[in-house]
Structure formats: structure tokens, C-alpha cells
């Protein structure tokens, strides 16, 4: 087996289409322990943007001498995920319309720039999105798309098999070792020796020690509405096709779906202690009841609007909001993971960027500070469920007062942070 790649989410599918895009002979295969997208990558929202660094604040802060570099790349890796869609026919509802953020609070008005090119006013704002909420915006058509993500998953999954991949669902990885000229994995159901292994597990737990402090796993829940009646869509003068965000530390997306639903999610990001990973934590009521009544305050002419579906899905969260890269077994095996919650378009650019490290050549992806240095670990329990608390409690507060306070100030000192 020339590549084994292990994960059967958007990182795992964009790495073995990848593969046999850039190599046809290659053979390939994708193990996944449960079924294609049945995690994050098939529970997402569906915005596709073209941040590979969890937005340009983050970007600029963190790689600030490299910043325009991430961004021009970013945009391509959209640009080529829309001409990907295109060319193997994946029916995923892609819409180009942009993405709106809209501020709610007087004090984050001013993190949108008035003044300049694409910062709307309330008048202005509510124009696009009616909600008596909003204070001003900021309208950006060419950087992000929307898509059902597991109807691109499973589109990504159809594609690659069409080139030559096999996929095996179901097939759980038990345990991966260097065996100096090959990796042996084994799994649940037989031992696969590969020339070269990436992993793409993300929220779950990687075969690699070294990655098992350096993320932890996050739930984030999303509702969904009744589809709405053309009196309704009138109320709020939303063109389907753009999605929104808003501005808080603690923030909702939402967006209409094809079948004219309003997908509304976000805000609660939980953690369980232990880095848990549980199904008991994917029904949280009261996290459901609380998007409901912030859907409310939203849209209130929308009153007696029914939730028909509600689900969550967990995500892998790093410290430094985006992924994070590197190899093991003497440059055998690759590995990304930390998406937190912008992996839909990044998991694409991560594709490249293993690919890149497998085949052991400099490239301009592998230059970057981005992908050469490592995001700091969480600590080990109790004290990273201990600072998460206390981060999620600071993060509130922010959002009422629209200061950082001291704890705040000393991880972004140290480059730290917690978000989905």
C-alpha cells in the first residue's frame, strides 16, 4: 500500500483525492472508524471560507510577516475547492454569497473598520439580513462559500473512489508502529503495512501521543427551523445564497439551507472534563434552549417559528485556533489537526501540506512558519478543564463589556486561547 490514510472527514477525503489527483498510479486506501462524514465534517454548519488561519485578526497576529502569503493561499485553496465541485459534478448546494458579520454590541462595531470598503451601517446592515439586533456589519462576497458539508463529504468520497481509492468504513485503527521500511497498522479487522500514513483524526483520539495535549474536543450544537414561507423570507430580506456571523467572542452562524430552513448554531462551545467523548453529550437541552431563545431576540418577526431538527457534532479545538501540521516514523507518517471549526476550506490546503511533508520536498506550504511551528499543548486534567472554565467565564464578560481582561491579556501574551 503506498498511502494509508486514517479518518474519514473532510481532511481524510481531501487527502486521498489529493493523492491520486497529484499521483494516478498511487494506491490508496482510507480507513475510517465509523461511517464517511459522520462526525464534524457531516454536522457542520456548511461555511466554506477561505481562512486557513481561523480569520485574518488571528492570521495578522500570529504570522504577521507572512500573513499576506496565508491569505493569497487561502483564497486559491477556495478557489480550487468551487473548481473541484465543478469538475466532478458533487451536488452539495454550493451558493457564492459571501459571508455578512454583523455586530450586535456597541463595542464590536468597531473591530468591522467603519469607514472603510465593505462595512455596512445598521440602515445598511439590515438591508442584506433584517434583524433589529444589528448595528453595523461587514459584507465580504468573495471569501467564503456555503455547501451541505456532508453531501460535499460524500461527493469528495464518490470522486476519489471513482480515481482508484478504496475506503473501508468501519475499520477502527487498534494501533500504528515504524517498522523502518513501511508503518504497520493495525486495525480492528486486519494489519495494513503502508509506505506512508496520514492521519486525520482530529477530535478523536490520534495514534500519536505527542498529539493528545495539543488539542481537545469540543461540542458545538446547531437547530434547525421549519422551512420558512415566502411571507417569511420576505420579513427578513435574506438572500439564501450568504451566510452570517456575528461578532462576539461567543458567536452564532447560521444561514438558509436549499430547502429553505434556517440553520442556526454556535455560541456554546462545551468541554467535558477528561477531553471527553461521549454520545451522551451530543443532546444538550439546555444549550439547545438557549439558541432558541438568542434565535428569538434575532428574528422576532419570525415569532412561532418551529425547530424541527436540532444536532451537534464535536470538533478538535487547538490553542492557537487553526490547524497545526508535522510528521512521525522518520517522515513516514503526516498528520494535521486543531481545525477549530474552520476545517471545511482548511482541511483542504492540510491535504497539500501532508502530501507536501510525505513526499520530503520544500515547498512554499511547508516554509511557512504556519505549518513549521507548533501551537502550545493544554495541560493535562484537572487544570485544562480548571483554565477552560476560567477562559469561557472571561470570554463572557468580554462579551458584555467588550474589555480582555488580565487573563485574557496573559494568554494572548503567551499565544493561547479557547474557541470553536
Known sequence: MDLLIVGGGFTGLWS??????????????????????????GRNGGFCEASITHGAANGRARWPDEYATLHEL????????????????????????????VAT?????????PGTAGFLDAAAVRQLVDSPTYLAGRYTPDTGVLVDPARLAWGLAGAAERLGVRLAEHTRLVSLDDRG??????????????KKVIIATNAFRNPLRR??????????????????????????????????????????????????RILWGGYDAVYHFGRSIRARHYDRRETFAKLARHFARTFPQLAGIRFTHRWSGVIDTSSRFCAFFGTAHHGRTA??????????????????????????????????????????????????WIAIQITQWAMRRQDRT????????????FGLGFDS
Not at 16 to 40: G, M, N
Open 16 to 41: 486521498a483525492l489529493r493523492a491520486v489527483e497529484r499521483d494516478p498510479a498511487a494506491q490508496v486506501l482510507l480507513i475510517e472508524a465509523d461511517r464517511i462524514a459522520d462526525h464534524a465534517s
Open 335 to 384: 498528520y494535521a489537526t486543531g481545525f477549530t471549526g474552520l476545517g471545511v476550506g482548511a482541511s483542504r490546503f492540510a491535504a497539500d501540506v501532508m502530501l507536501d511533508l510525505l513526499d520530503g520536498r520544500p515547498t512554499e506550504r511547508t516554509r511557512l512558519k504556519m505549518v513549521r511551528r507548533k501551537p502550545m499543548p493544554f495541560p493535562p486534567e484537572p487544570l485544562a
Open 211 to 260: 498529539l493528545r495535549l495539543p488539542v481537545v474536543p469540543v461540542y458545538d450544537y446547531v437547530l434547525a427551523t421549519e422551512p420558512l414561507t415566502d411571507e417569511q423570507l420576505e420579513a427578513i430580506r435574506w438572500n439564501p445564497a450568504m451566510g452570517v456571523t456575528d461578532s462576539g467572542t461567543r458567536f452564532h452562524y447560521y444561514r438558509i439551507t436549499p430547502d429553505r
Open 181 to 194: 521500511s513501511h508503518v504497520e497498522a493495525a486495525t480492528d479487522r486486519v494489519v495494513i503495512r503502508a
Open 105 to 113: 454590541r456597541e463595542h464590536e462595531i468597531a473591530d468591522l473598520h
Open 402 to 413: 467588550g474589555k480582555r481582561n488580565l487573563w485574557l491579556r496573559v494568554l494572548d501574551r
Open 74 to 101: 487561502g483564497v486559491r485553496n477556495l478557489s480550487e475547492i468551487v473548481t473541484t465541485v465543478e469538475r466532478y459534478g458533487i451536488d452539495c448546494g454550493l451558493a457564492r454569497g459571501g459571508v455578512l458579520t
